[in-house]
């Protein structure tokens, strides 16, 4: 069962599978359509005018690569290992997921299709596939859990703005579950003129490689910049993980460095040991959901419970397949980590850095404040800053009981 | 000869209800009583990605009244206890299959009497997961194919599969639109010049009308989210109203003549 792999870089197998994790699990429907885009897929990343296209669109209109930052007074305060970001809030959109969408709307394209439908939690997954629908010039339309779009109303006035039409997802829990569930119940209505656009690892294979693929140009590009900068690979990585985009975009091409720890931050959200939290690794088990095996948040009899998470963006009751390898393989350490611990980051990091972080990163941030202390003054620790956090500053001022 | 191979002997109906919602003994019942030919009991689960609002609702009242997997297969043994005969499906998703192990799930199938098993996202890539388990045990894992399924994936997709091949007559969801019977019989020709298995459409059928002249051209015609309704709709009074339509959607496919060979 812990047999080492050669290559921790080498998953999935030719069926979509990451180990026993992973796979195409859809209604017969849609299974010609995801062959379909796998095929499609190869093709694309055998096409260097499809990299070349996706390079350029990366760095004039999203804005790479972003920065390597030295958190220098954030080291200072925590007094131990130097706390370095990958500062992917720094994007257009404020986030990574842009990354991902840039690189499916081209694979949409190149398949012609007509059509472009996503789910969003946050909405930072929804306001990026709205963006590069308004920038080619496609149709889209937003699933969106019903209290998602309450909680989350400025993204749902972004992407109504950038042209999407959003459309409440009332089933359910009504967050982002509920909204998967439609997105895919569009698909399978309109096979022949929609690209779905999944913000996650997750979902039946290609997807979870695909969007790790998008998002590994986080980690390729903070892997050449710490090395010139530092001369080194750093200590240990730090991120957060709902679907888990932003972390195994920034582990994937470290995987393969042995001397290099990896940490990943689940939401806790009211702690572990209740039903309140959104901690698919730690708290949940091994099931079948949205097209692949993973671990889930369920009961006894697989049914799928409900995610609590501060975060709208980690409240969600699975993680990508590659994760759930990661785990069992035990390459990455996976941990999780409370609303009040996440939002006791957030504030640290205003204060002693001037950014303002999503509550997804706060999470992380969490963890480095923990790890950074138990660790020496010359060991590096490489964050990925995946989002910042205008979006959240309404539920954080309720959180803090302050009116704005 | 096996339950499905009686039943399928002439145009069948089978019918669709979910498990837990209502009195499902009774209604399950009602729908024999009717002339159902088989019956497909729906096994509820919180994410029921291929169907539309009236299943969805009936999953979640089922959820919502407790129902468990043992409650389901409870309903399955004492149905089959009452109807020695008529074939009994279970349809519904991966994961409260798997849960206990595929092995687990295939074994109360058998002790339950269940004769076939539809899981909406198992695809043939995936047949490990269950139908190895399922076959051990006798359980015909059948197997669904639709509109986008192609020539070259036919093989695939009916490889392994048993019982009777469920065609999905519309790309969607369940309950809403229907097809027209033009491609209905299109495509049953073409399964049929690749299988000896019975044929079953589905996917929108709501009317006796609708019913009988799917049944000119298959085997078998499903029909679930009008049901399902009328158990949303009369709760403790369903059993009566299922009757009356079942009986009127069983006579519109028994009459059914056949167009085609």
Not at chain 1, 143 to 162: C, H, I, T, W
């Amino acid at each position: 069962m812990n047999i080492q792999p050669n290559s921790y870089r080498t998953q999935p197998d030719d069926r979509g599978h990451f180990g026993e994790f992973g796979g195409r699990y859809v209604a017969e429907t849609l299974m010609p359509l995801v062959l379909d885009l796998e095929r499609e897929y190869r093709a694309a990343q055998a096409d260097p005018a499809f990299q070349a296209q996706f390079d350029d669109l990366l760095e004039h209109y999203v804005g790479r690569p972003s920065p390597l930052y030295f958190a220098e007074r954030l080291t200072e305060a925590l007094g131990g290992a130097q706390v370095w970001f990958k500062r992917d809030e720094l994007n257009h959109t404020g986030a990574h997921k842009i990354n991902n969408c840039i690189g499916q709307i081209l694979l949409a394209m190149r398949m012609g299709k007509k059509r472009i439908i996503a789910e969003t939690g946050a909405g930072q997954h929804g306001v990026a596939t709205a963006t590069v629908c308004a920038r080619f010039g496609l149709p889209c339309v937003i699933y969106m859990g019903a209290e998602d779009v309450k909680r989350q109303s400025p993204n749902v006035f972004r992407m109504k703005l950038l042209g999407a039409e959003v459309v409440p997802v009332t089933s359910g829990g009504a967050t982002l579950k509920d909204a998967m569930n439609e997105g895919l119940r569009d698909w399978v209505a309109n096979v022949h003129d929609t690209f779905y656009i999944i913000g996650t690892a997750a979902g039946p294979h290609p997807y979870p490689e695909m969007v790790r693929d998008f998002q590994s140009v986080i980690g390729t590009e903070a892997r050449a910049q710490m090395l010139s900068r530092t001369g080194r690979l750093p200590d240990l990585l730090i991120a957060c993980i709902g679907g888990g985009s932003n972390a195994l975009g920034l582990f994937h091409p470290f995987l393969d460095d042995a001397d290099v720890k990896m940490l990943g931050v689940e939401a806790a959200g009211h702690g572990l040991d209740g039903d309140e939290h959104a901690a698919s690794l730690l708290g949940g088990s091994p099931g079948v959901l949205h097209g692949n095996r993973t671990y889930l948040l369920q009961d006894e009899d697989g049914q799928i419970t409900e995610g609590h998470s501060i975060s709208a963006g980690l409240d969600y009751p699975g993680i990508g397949p590659e994760h759930a390898w990661l785990k069992e393989t035990g390459r990455v350490e996976y941990i999780a980590v409370t609303d009040d611990e996440a939002l006791d980051g957030f504030q640290l990091l205003c204060r002693t850095e001037g950014i303002i972080p999503a509550l997804e990163p706060s999470h992380a941030i969490a963890a480095v404040t923990d790890r950074a202390k138990t660790m020496r003054e010359d060991e590096i620790i490489l964050m990925n800053l995946c989002g910042r956090g205008d979006k959240d500053i309404f539920t954080v001022a309720e959180k803090l009981g302050v009116k704005i | 000869m096996t339950r499905f191979s009686t039943a399928f002997a002439k145009p069948a109906l089978v019918c669709f209800v979910t498990a837990g919602d209502g009195d499902t003994g009774a209604n399950l019942d009602a729908l024999v009583e009717g002339g159902a030919d088989v019956i497909e009991l729906g096994m509820p689960f919180t994410d029921p990605m291929a169907d539309g609002p009236a299943i969805q609702a009936a999953n979640i009242r089922s959820l919502g009244a407790g129902t468990k997997t043992a409650d389901v297969f409870a309903i399955a043994a004492a149905f089959r206890a009452r109807h020695p005969d008529v074939p009994l499906v279970l349809m519904g998703y991966a994961n409260p299959m798997v849960r206990r192990g595929p092995e687990w799930f295939a074994d109360e199938c058998a002790k339950a009497g269940v004769d076939g098993v539809i899981c909406v996202d198992i695809p043939p890539e995936e047949d490990e997961a269950l139908g190895p388990a399922l076959r051990a045990k006798g359980i015909a894992p059948i197997r669904l194919a639709t509109p986008t399924t192609d020539a070259a994936r036919l093989p695939t997709v009916l490889g392994g599969s048993d019982g009777f091949v469920y065609y999905v007559s519309v790309a969607g969801i369940t309950g809403k639109q229907q097809a027209a019977q033009a491609s209905i019989a299109d495509a049953v020709a073409r399964l049929k010049a690749s299988t000896d298995l019975p044929i079953a459409v589905g996917f929108g059928v709501r009317t006796p009308e609708q019913a009988g002249e799917i049944a000119k051209v298959a085997d078998g015609v499903v029909v679930g989210s009008v049901l399902v309704e009328l158990v949303g709709q009369h709760g403790a009074d369903a059993p009566q109203h299922l009757k009356a339509l079942t009986a009127s959607l069983a006579k519109a496919v028994h009459s059914a003549a056949k167009t085609t060979a």
